[in-house]
């Protein structure tokens, strides 16, 4: 993991910032802890799992993703998903309703961007099918959905989204 401090991505501020590698999948996160650490290092312990610790500027030692909290306070999250076109890139497409699916949505919100606008916040999914209808239609070429969530209970399950009707508005000139 580095450390890279603080970021601003889409006008949101992210304190205490990490980017992890994982070396298995090949894949980048960026973390944002509530504590800002100093070192890390990992043990096997007597179960025989690989555990990673981390020493904050307090100069207490904590168990990294482990619990539900972070340092008793709540856990923040978000997930990006890539974009959506439907059909093609360059034709006008208008979506009315969303429906979000999840196994557990402990304070789970579902935002949306169309092209490259700014994220608006289409609500909370707090059932296990939560069914979104704008109050005005979200037009455009491409289309970005993000889930955010503080929790400090059960991790969440988010299980998909379903776009049951994309209106086809053609090539726009």
Known sequence: MWAVGSLTIDDIVYSNAWIAWNIADET???R????RFRAFSSYINTSGSL???GGDTDGTVQTIDS???DNGAP???ECVLGSLVFTTRGRVKVVNEVIAYASHFQGLRLLMKVDSGKYRLLGNIDSRVKQFKNSESLRGNEFYFKITSVNSGEPFIFDGLEIPYIEDEGYSS
């Open 32 to 35: 944002n802890y509530d504590d």
């Open 51 to 53: 555990t990673v610790v």
């Open 67 to 69: 619990g539900n909290t």
């Open 75 to 77: 856990i923040f999250g």
């Open 28 to 30: 980048m996160e960026v």
